[in-house]
């Protein structure tokens, strides 16, 4: 490996997201379309602790 | 003089006043204005004939229509000023109703040609632009729409598409459709194939099958019952346009391991048995292998957990030819050894099988087969063996530790066989449990449901719930009530109402329902056309679906008969979205936010099953109401809806319309809470629900928490839900976890380089990292 190659090692490389949408995962968030992003970022956590 | 006439491309052509002759001729046959004339011309026996008269009259208004042109200067008119000046001549002419039809045709050209740009355009899009950039592009996020097939694939769909639009949907449904009131999906299906189907892989792996390609005998081993799996899902695959679900994957591949662990047991004592009295195979093989066979004709075989009656008469009748120490010495052995590498090949058959179903192709490469596989009911020591390894390789993650996106799993949960502390698999369930805490999958479907449980007959497997896909649920059958089972059945298609569009429309509750009505009645209008499209085909158009008898009753087919009467047992859905923004837009309040809305949202769900139900009856078919998930609609009806009523709080004010009854992603909510209003809908949604949970955190790090949410699921009557927490990965070092701007493993930040000794380094403490190739 050069130098070079060592420097760029990782460069421009993404982490991976998986998420479930409509019951199926896909590869990454990027491959979502447009709403269905809108819909991932708007998500909140729903409060697990406590009894039920 | 008029000498050329310039088209809309903006060529010129040679002027041909025939041209313009035949289009008025269209016209005049259209309105019949010229019929009288034609009857008292024939009535005098006038030698001309009626062309004659329609030409020759279609002639005086073209020469009419040159002389208007002439007149206005025009030497080089276009194709708009020349159609003006026809109508200007008809009308002129006294010829009222023919200028009413030349305008249609005129209308009807524009739409046309305005429908081929259209596609023209779209195509365009497809060619040109890259998935980042067109949402066209990924509307499905399971196909790759960079790639040459997943391009090709999309020119297909989109050129379907308009063609069905145009010329074979009912103009109602196909305005309805383009206007956003409805959705059918999978229009680019529409004269090809049903949804999707349940596969009995019992059924199909008996006497062998054949793909299409090939003849596949009858698996024999562990391995080839789950690589014959993965082949059926893909076979079956380009017969549907929707998901392939195995209901009884517990059950079918147990059979795989009985096989396989009778081999083994076979092989080892053989081993034992030459090791113990030092002779050659030759003779105690066939020995063995005789008695084997002897005691399998009565019934006695070598099982995984050994059995009293095989052990016992396997000793007494080797002991007739050696000792019987040395019989029981070598059983001993052959069992310990047949168990672990029945466990190994098992193990080594999920893992295939995962791979598979994830790197198969389907529609030439563009997506893998969409697969779920059901399992947990079954109690056999074999099926347990299946399903540990199957979660285990999951857990694992594939090659380089990447999530597995398929099969979809669905754990099946049970009182008294998986979900209390005591039950048969219940170890299963908790280590289901841990490994959807990593991977999200399985997700999990609750038996006990009562409208689930309404089906249950112990001891058939073909009456326990299964869910495909994303949520489709197909059991009941009003149409032939002696088939409400699973297997082999599968839904015909579907199509979606825009609920918020008509509470905006109507404002208020009561013109609601009136409006929902004819929506209902609409789309049922639509299933039922589709479906007649549907039933005209015959098996040979479904090789493997109804050829290899895998939908049910299609076994009795011939290759040319008609599959029309087997597409009874299948299932019409009528789903919904937005029901969120409905309530909020006829209440101020989403269910969510107020215990009104949430009554009102039961109310309106439960009107359109009772819809679904009264026309099952009516009808002698399967109408079922489906609570749509909508990947690609979410964002349809939302940005129509926003062109025609504006930005509204709560209704249209954001990117998308919330996935059918749920509760809004954004709301604040527990965990408890939002499955407690959710579980009634899913009561009443007979073709398909789920719910899900967003868990904050590492969930693998609470596990107790993950469980208690499953069980109150349970507890709650959801039919299908899931867990959701972030899965991230580093393809750099392979961490596989929550990420947020660097990786924990690596301390690598989002797309910055990283030295490769430091990755080198880490190796040393994880060994299981992938080796990344990808210098970019």
């Known amino acids: ?52 | 003089m008029i000498v050329s006439v310039k088209k809309r491309d903006g060529r010129e052509m040679p002027f041909n006043i025939e041209k313009i002759a035949d289009a008025i001729v269209k016209a005049f046959r259209a309105s019949g204005e010229l019929d009288e004339q034609i009857k008292a011309a024939q009535s005098q026996m006038n030698l001309l004939g009626n062309d004659d008269i329609l030409n020759s009259t279609a002639l005086k208004v073209s020469a009419e229509v040159v002389s208007l042109l002439e007149s206005s200067g025009k030497t080089t008119p276009d194709i708009e000023e020349i159609q003006d000046a026809v109508e200007k001549a008809l009308t002129e002419g006294g010829f009222a109703d023919t200028v009413k039809s030349y305008i249609l045709y005129r209308a009807e050209r524009t739409r046309v040609r305005e429908v081929n740009t259209r596609l023209m355009h779209t195509l365009r899009d497809i060619t040109f632009s890259s998935a980042k950039e067109s949402d066209l592009k990924r509307e499905n996020a399971n196909i790759d729409g960079d790639t040459a097939m997943g391009t090709m694939l999309k020119y297909g769909s989109e050129s379907a598409k308009h063609f069905y639009t145009m010329m074979m949907l009912k103009p109602e449904h196909s305005r309805a459709h383009s206007e956003g009131d409805i959705h059918i999906h999978d229009l680019d299906f529409y004269a090809l194939t049903m949804t999707c189907c349940q596969i009995d892989l019992i059924k199909l792996f008996k006497n062998g099958f054949n793909t299409g390609h090939g003849h596949l005998r009858e698996p024999k081993d562990i391995r080839s019952y789950a690589a014959l799996a993965a082949i059926a899902i893909q076979s079956n695959q380009n017969d549907q346009h929707g998901g392939q679900a195995v209901p009884n994957f517990d059950y079918a591949m147990a059979d795989g391991v009985r096989i396989t662990y009778r081999k083994a047991y076979l092989n080892n004592m053989v081993k034992a048995l030459m090791l113990l009295t030092g002779k050659e195979e030759e003779e105690i093989r066939p020995l063995v292998k005789k008695l084997h066979e002897e005691m399998a004709e009565m019934g006695m075989v070598a099982t995984l957990v050994p059995n009293e009656r095989f052990a016992q008469s396997e000793a007494h009748e080797l002991s007739k030819t050696f000792s019987l120490e040395t019989a029981m010495h070598a059983q001993k052995f052959a069992e310990k050894q047949a168990y672990e590498e029945t466990d190994k090949a098992t193990f080594q058959a999920m893992e295939a099988f995962v791979h598979n179903l994830n790197s198969m192709h389907s529609r030439a490469g563009a997506q893998t087969p969409f697969s779920s596989i059901n399992y947990g009911m079954c109690t056999d020591p074999e099926a347990q063996m299946v399903m540990r390894n199957l979660l285990l390789t999951t857990e694992e993650g594939l090659g380089g530790g990447e999530t597995a996106i398929f099969p979809i799993q669905i754990f099946r949960v049970k009182a008294g066989v998986s979900l209390n502390p005591g039950d048969p698999n219940y170890e299963l369930f908790k280590l289901a449990c841990r490994v959807s805490a990593k991977r999200l999958f399985p997700n999990f479907s609750f038996m006990d449901a009562p409208y689930n449980a309404a089906y249950y007959k112990p001891g058939h497997p073909e009456t326990e719930i299964a869910y495909m896909g994303c949520r489709t649920r197909v059991i009941g059958n009003t149409a032939r009530p002696e088939n409400e089972i699973t297997f082999g059945r599968g839904n015909l298609s579907f199509t979606s109402i825009n609920l918020p569009r008509i509470a905006l429309k109507m404002k208020s509750i009561d013109l609601f329902y009136k409006e929902l009505d004819r929506m209902l009645a609409l789309v049922r209008d639509q299933l039922l056309e589709r479906m007649e499209v549907q039933s005209r085909k015959r098996v040979k158009n479904f090789p493997f679906l109804m050829g290899q008898g895998i939908w049910i009753g299609s076994d009795k087919l011939g290759w040319n008969d008609e599959v029309r009467e087997v597409l009874k047992d299948g299932t019409l859905s009528i789903g919904f979205i937005g029901l969120a923004e409905t309530l909020v837009a006829l209440t101020g309040k989403h269910h969510g936010e107020s215990e009104a809305s949430h009554k009102l949202g039961l109310e309106i769900v439960q009107h359109m099953r009772e819809f679904c139900d009264r026309e099952s009856e009516r009808l002698q078919l399967n109408f079922s109401l489906f609570a749509t998930p909508a990947e690609g609609l979410s964002g349809r009806f939302l940005r129509m809806d926003k062109k025609l009523f504006g930005v509204i709080p709560g209704v249209t004010d954001r990117d998308y319309y919330t996935n059918s009854f749920h509760v809004p992603v954004y709301y604040k909510i527990s965990a408890f809470k939002k499955i407690e209003l959710e579980a009634p809908y899913h009561a009443l949604t007979n073709a398909g629900h789920i719910s899900y949970i967003e868990m904050d955190g590492d969930p693998t790090q609470n596990l107790d928490a993950f469980e208690k949410i499953v069980r109150f699921m349970a507890k709650s009557g959801i039919g299908y839900g899931s867990i959701n927490h972030p899965v991230d990965r580093d393809p750099v070092c392979g961490f596989v976890g929550v990420i947020n701007d660097v990786c924990p493993r690596c301390g690598r930040a989002e797309g910055h380089a990283i030295d490769p000794q430091k990755i080198e380094e880490l190796r040393k403490k994880f060994p299981g990292m992938p080796a990344f190739l990808g210098i970019r």
């Open chain 1, 1 to 52: 490996m050069s130098e070079k190659e060592k420097s760029l090692y990782g460069e421009g490389v993404g982490f991976e997201r998986i998420r479930r949408i409509t019951g199926y995962l896909v590869g990454t968030v990027d491959r979502f379309n447009n709403a269905k992003r809108a819909e991932v970022a708007d998500r909140v956590k729903h409060g697990c602790s406590g009894d039920a």
